[in-house]
């Protein structure tokens, strides 16, 4: 019998999501490190602890997400705490070139749709296929927590405003991918209120970190800290809502 609560997060191998991992860790969760690459994950678990257990997770490979639910299923019997944070902002910027220059690439005009096909394949189908196949565990928990890793790029509200600093870079891959995973999260959080099982997005902020070619001005231990304080709420917390560490509430 397993007493300790179970969280997984996709994508801990590296960057904010290796960050919740080791938070979660030190707050007495096992924490399963879900990483695309099996070794990526080992080496990032063993440098997390014994609590820390690499779990092979690619959000894009069905079978992949099947076997790792299998996995949890036979081995703990339920999951506690779910953390989507597996995402990536592009497949084919430039060594080199800015995210400005890269979203002049990508508007709605010249957008290659393949380019946004792949990243909503990571940032948006990968995440709702985990959360299909994860809630029969969650549903075993008592009080069960889906975090969305998301971001402010994704905000509709703030994007329409016209002094909105990150309005020039809005566009249909990375930040809109963001705001169809605000949707879904607040589809999720509506599903499953009835059963107590909530389900929250949250911001990092500029984090410095692969995503961005480490040009993020917050370290990872900011950027994590809004998952963190959100996946070990209690079962009376509010779902649905969209939060940054410090700015608190975001506009969805
Ligand atoms: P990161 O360092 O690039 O980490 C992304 C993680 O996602 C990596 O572990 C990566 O695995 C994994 N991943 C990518 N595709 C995957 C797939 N198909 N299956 C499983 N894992 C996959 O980026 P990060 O900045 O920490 O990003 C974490 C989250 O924060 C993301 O949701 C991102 O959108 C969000 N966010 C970041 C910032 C920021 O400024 N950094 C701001 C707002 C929101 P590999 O190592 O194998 O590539």
């Known amino acids: 019998m397993q007493d300790k609560r179970i969280a997984l997060v996709t994508g801990a191998n590296q960057g904010i999501g290796l960050q919740i991992a080791k938070d979660l860790v030190s707050h007495g969760l096992t924490v399963l490190v879900g990483s695309r690459n099996l070794a990526r994950g080992e080496a990032a678990a063993e440098e997390i602890g014994p609590d820390a257990r690499a779990l092979q997770l690619d959000v894009t490979d069905r079978a992949s997400?099947?076997?790792?639910?299998?996995?949890?299923?036979?081995?703990?019997?339920?999951?506690?705490?779910?953390i989507q944070n597996a995402a990536i902002s592009n497949t084919n910027r430039k060594p080199g070139q800015s995210v400005e220059d890269y979203a002049k690439t990508t508007r709605a005009s010249n957008v290659s749709l393949d380019e946004m096909r792949a990243v909503w394949e990571t940032n948006v189908f990968g995440v709702l296929a985990v959360y299909q196949a994860m809630l029969p565990l969650l549903r075993k928990a008592p009080a069960a927590r889906i975090v969305n890793v998301s971001s402010g790029a994704g905000s509709l509200t703030m994007n329409a405003a016209p002094d909105a600093p990150y309005r020039s870079i809005f566009g249909p891959v990375y930040p809109a991918s963001k705001t169809?995973?605000?949707?879904?999260?607040?589809?999720?959080a509506i599903e499953l209120e009835p059963e107590g099982i909530a389900v929250n997005a949250?911001?990092?902020?500029?984090?410095?970190?692969?995503?961005?070619?480490?040009?993020?001005?917050?370290?990872?231990?900011?950027?994590?800290?809004?998952?963190?304080?959100?996946?070990?709420?209690?079962?009376?917390?509010?779902?649905?809502?969209?939060?940054?560490?410090?700015?608190?509430?975001?506009?969805?």
């Not at 169809?180 to 999720?188: R, S």
């Not at 304080?229 to 506009?251: K, M, N, Q, W, Y």
């Open 202 to 252: 949250v911001s990092p902020g500029f984090t410095k970190t692969n995503l961005n070619g480490f040009a993020g001005t917050d370290s990872v231990e900011e950027g994590a800290r809004e998952a963190v304080r959100v996946a070990l709420l209690d079962a009376e917390s509010p779902t649905g809502t969209f939060t940054h560490a410090t700015l608190g509430t975001i506009p969805w």
């Open 65 to 82: 997400i099947a076997d790792a639910a299998e996995r949890i299923r036979s081995e703990f019997g339920q999951l506690d705490i779910l």
């Open 180 to 188: 169809a995973l605000n949707a879904l999260t607040l589809a999720m």
